[in-house]
């Protein structure tokens, strides 16, 4: 059945869908498309998931289409991803070409008929050139962190994302100084998709066990694409000095994005740095596992995303919301979603991660704690209600570019 924003009055309350509603008369029949660079796996695809069939409950006709692109431009486009956050990768000219290349292409055979075309990441960024002098609106939605890029591959960059209309950040820390309007719009999770939804006992005990987990002894999870920045060796690290005091086991769970070809490698170092220990549980997850994600974030006692660099960081509210406290690493969204000693804890090191998942561990009532109030964070601040309500306000804002007060009643 078709999801209805009516279907989060429970969570959210009445008077929220009320005012969302409302809102969104104002921008009734718009056309909004959204692209990106893939279908399935990471959390841009995650959010489009969610968010563009409540928009289209909405009355606003939104749309989500995706650029094609073959092995060499996911290669380029990964470098572009990795340099844009700052770490050393060699940027060629033949780089560049290939992904003019695939752009080109793209422009041949998309349809941009659209009020609204919003674009997703770099990947498909190229795609303003298609911008005439005509009504649409072009956005560009930048869900990492590009506050200290490498020099080359921002310079080929820079030139096509000022030619949009605005451009959306996470927060305002990742932004950069451009010539066009920012907006910050932080991500969000939907509370009643397969990931997030209240599971049954029952069925979290069953997921845990059908993986090999013991469900009777503590879990440490980390649920991440196999990507260096997300640092899995890190987590096992980490694990093995708790391990020395504190009996519990270690799940890594994650799979692979069509758009991230370094996956496999950084698998297979995670693989062969887990071997020989039968409780760390490295599980490889097909594309559509949200339910046992669910079930194994539910059934863990605490939750890592000890990431060293970061976009938002979407594992960190889904496992929040389950009311688990989060250890994360002091980078991007993860800094807005783990308050430190609040919800969780921040850590810069394997050690530090090691040191407060001894704390929580020795302590239930601490956890306790931190994950109530990790759960009413997410409520306030990133459930996918708010976002939907971003969206309208960037159609209505859109609208009125030189206003800096929009009068709606
Ligand atoms: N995820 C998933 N399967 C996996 C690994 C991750 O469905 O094997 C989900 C995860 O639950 C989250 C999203 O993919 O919803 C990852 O988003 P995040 O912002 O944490 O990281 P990204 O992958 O975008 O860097």
New binding site residues.
């Given amino acids: 059945m078709a999801v209805t924003l009516e279907d989060y009055a429970g969570v959210i309350g009445h008077a929220v869908v009320d005012e969302i509603r409302a809102l969104a008369q104002r921008v009734r029949g718009r056309r909004f498309k959204n692209i990106n660079s893939t279908a399935v ?4 695809a ?1 959010l489009l998931t969610r968010i563009v069939p409540l928009l289209a409950d909405l009355g606003i006709d939104a749309t989500w289409d995706v650029i094609k692109g073959n092995q060499a431009f996911f290669e380029v486009t990964k470098a572009f991803h990795n340099a844009l956050q700052g770490k050393p990768e060699t940027i060629t000219d033949a780089m560049l070409e290939t992904y003019l290349e695939t752009t080109e292409t793209n422009l041949r055979s998309m349809n941009l008929d659209a009020d609204v075309i919003l674009i997703h990441d770099p990947q498909p960024a190229g795609l303003i050139q298609a911008r005439g002098n005509d009504h649409r609106r072009w956005v560009w939605r930048c ?1 990492v962190d590009i506050s200290n890029p490498q020099r080359k591959v921002w310079d080929f960059l820079q030139p096509f994302v000022e030619r949009y209309d605005g451009a959306i950040f996470s927060m305002p820390d990742f932004a950069r100084q451009l010539s066009i309007p920012q907006y910050m719009v932080p ?1 969000s ?1 939907d509370p009643l998709s397969d ?1 997030n939804r209240e599971l049954d006992e029952e069925e979290i005990r069953c997921t845990l066990e059908r993986f090999g987990i013991d469900p009777r002894r503590p879990i440490l999870t980390q ?3 196999f ?1 260096r920045f ?1 640092d899995p060796l890190g987590v096992i690290a980490a694990y093995r000095m708790v391990r020395k005091r504190f009996d519990c086991q270690l799940v890594l ?3 692979g ?1 069509t758009d991230d070809p370094e996956g496999e490698e950084v698998l297979q170092q995670v693989r062969e740095e887990a071997a020989g220990d039968p409780d760390i549980h490295v599980l490889e ?1 097909p ?1 559509f ?2 339910l046992a ?1 669910n079930a194994l974030v539910r059934g863990s006692t605490i939750v890592f ?1 000890k990431s060293i660099r ?7 509210s ?1 496992a929040l919301w389950k009311r688990k406290p989060v250890i994360g690493g002091a980078v991007g969204g993860i800094k807005l979603q783990v308050i430190n000693g609040v919800t969780g804890y921040l850590v810069h090191s394997p050690e530090g991660a090691a040191y407060r998942a001894l704390e929580l561990l020795g302590n239930p009532e601490l956890r306790r704690v931190m994950g109530e109030n990790g759960y009413q964070h997410v409520k306030q601040n990133f459930l996918v209600t708010r976002h939907v309500e971003d969206a309208v306000l960037l159609l209505l804002a859109l609208d009125h570019p030189d206003e800096d007060i929009v009068r709606l009643w």
Avoid: N, Y
């Avoid at 970061?310 to 960190?316: A, D, M, R, S």
């Fill in positions: 796996g990471g959390g841009v995650e869900h991500p999770i990931k649920i991440s694409r990507d997300k769970a994650g799979g994005a997850l594309p596992s949200d994600i995303q970061e976009g938002f960081g979407l594992t960190v889904e």
